[in-house]
């Protein structure tokens, strides 16, 4: 199976000189993961994640995204769709524009770990189940907990999404950087840094995704894709006695089942 046969044709993206404050519009109206940055004969120049979003710190509305823009991998319509799933693993990104050749750079759509999440399935050799992928040391937070807090924990652990846990530890939620970006809240943690006492920005609560999507470690691989697929969810928490026990992701999936193939 190639690329052309399973990447989204109709790409939103954003131009060089467009004011970062319409990007973070565009990806928050449209729950975007990435957002590609063409130039004005529509090549791709870059690629705009939600960690962009989250890191930038400048109040002003005449900031552009031609600084924020990242490196992404080549990916053409004709790739065979294992290819592009390295070069996703690689890159350590889950979503990126499509061009039409390695000459041409013209923007004809994205690819994203949830595309290739849907068309492939475990092999013989994959591992079986989710304890044998899952990072078992996770970083949790509690509703209580001010969102700039955990804001802050995102950008210096570089993730995407934290359990939400009582005192106890039972698992009750998840936030995200898609909440956080989704609610609008994604300069919160400015206020730390400007003399505002951390009581005075949101709690966790207020944004947290519920319920909490959970499987145990003996889940097997093709369950817990399907669970991230139904619920297009980036991430499940695995429990055990409704406790944090790990985190399987997206990427987890995606580098297990090319484990499986030979070819992570």
């Known amino acids: 199976m190639i690329v052309g046969e399973i990447m989204s044709k109709d790409a939103v993206c954003v131009k ?6 319409h990007a973070r519009q565009l990806m928050r109206d449209h729950f975007l993961r990435g957002l590609p940055v063409v130039d004005e004969s529509n090549r791709v120049t870059g690629i705009l994640s939600d960690q962009d979003i989250l890191n930038i710190t400048s109040t002003k509305s005449n ?7 990242r490196q992404f991998p080549t990916i053409t319509p004709d790739m065979d ?3 592009a799933a390295s070069l996703l693993l690689d890159a350590k990104q889950h979503r990126v524009p499509v061009v039409i050749s390695t000459s041409d750079r013209k923007l004809v759509g994205m690819l994203s770990d949830v595309d290739i999440l849907k068309n492939i399935h475990p092999t013989k050799k994959s591992p079986k189940t989710a304890g044998e992928i899952m990072v078992a040391r996770v970083l ?25 846990v009582t005192h106890t530890n039972e698992v009750i939620g998840m936030v995200t950087r898609r909440d956080i970006i989704k609610a609008g809240y994604a300069r919160v ?15 966790v609560e207020k944004i947290m ?17 399907e669970m991230i697929l139904h619920y297009d969810i980036g991430r499940l928490t695995v429990v055990n006695n409704k406790r944090v026990e790990g985190i399987v992701d997206r ?11 030979g070819q992570e």
């Not at 060089?16 to 404050?21: H, K, L, R, Y």
């Not at 949790?140 to 939400?164: F, Q, R």
């Open 209 to 225: 995704s519920t319920p909490a999507y959970t499987i145990t470690e003996d889940t097997p691989l093709q369950k817990a894709i």
């Open 81 to 83: 769709i294992l290819d």
């Open 189 to 203: 943690g400015l206020s730390e840094t400007h003399g505002t006492r951390s009581g005075d920005t949101p709690k």
């Open 63 to 69: 900031v552009t995204v031609g600084g924020y823009a």
């Open 16 to 21: 060089e000189d467009d004011f970062i404050t």
């Open 140 to 164: 949790t937070c509690n509703p209580e907990e001010s969102l700039a807090k955990v804001w802050s924990n995102m950008l210096e652990w570089d993730y995407t999404g934290i359990p939400v």
């Open 251 to 261: 990427y987890d999936l995606l580098h297990a089942f090319m484990v499986g193939t």
